[in-house]
Structure formats: C-alpha cells, structure tokens
Nanobody, 114 residues
Framework: QVQFVESGGGLVQPGGSLTLSCVVSRTILSAYVMGWYRQDPGKERELVAHIRSAGSTNYADSVKGRFTISRDNAKNTVYLQMNSLKPEDTAVYYC????????WGRGTQVTVSS
C-alpha cells in the first residue's frame, strides 16, 4: 500500500521559513492530486494546500501568499515551502492525496514560537 513519509519540520521563530518534504512510495505520484494537511491538538485536520497533476495549486485562505506547494513526480516527492510563519501555523503537517484516502503517515511537527 502507498506510504507517505513527511520530513522537514522543526522549531522556528515567527517570521521564519521551513520547507517540508513528503516522499510517496508504492504509487505513481503523477496520476494524483496531492495535498498538505495540518492538525493541531484538539482540532480537526485541515487541508492547507493541494496541487494537481498539471501543477495548478490551491491554498487555504490562512496560508495564501505565504505557503507554496510543489511536486517532483520523478522523485515521487511533494514539497511545502512555508514563509512568514506565524504561531498559529504550529501543527503536525501531513501529506496525502486530495481528497485524502488510505493510511496517514506520521507527519512532521512544525512549532512557531519565540
């Protein structure tokens, strides 16, 4: 079955940047719409960005203009460039298909704090 392995999270100060990566195995990435999701404890998981096979993208209003999703189908990898980070961006970040299906990966923790 498909596996999602996220990496790149960490602790960053407000205004800082991080780039997340997600390696997707056992699938042909180019065939799917891919998304980045995040979940804060006590809240529902939300879709923050997704990218179609041809490369067009959509973003949640809360991250528009600050986050950029991209993909490298040859490497079976999806990226999320996050700039101008805010404390409210603190969450565990996951990648999955959009809409999501199958098992979730372990995610990568992003903490924005001074």
């Amino acid at each position: 079955q498909v596996q999602f392995v996220e990496s790149g999270g960490g602790l960053v100060q407000p205004g800082g940047s991080l780039t997340l990566s997600c390696v997707v195995s056992r699938t042909i990435l180019s065939a799917y719409v891919m998304g980045w999701y995040r979940q804060d404890p006590g809240k529902e998981r939300e879709l923050v960005a997704h990218i179609r096979s041809a490369g067009s993208t959509n973003y949640a209003d809360s991250v528009k203009g600050r986050f950029t999703i991209s993909r490298d189908n040859a490497k079976n990898t999806v990226y999320l460039q996050m700039n101008s980070l805010k404390p409210e961006d603190t969450a565990v970040y996951y990648c999955n298909y959009a809409p999501a299906m199958g098992y979730w990966g372990r995610g990568t923790q992003v903490t924005v704090s001074s």
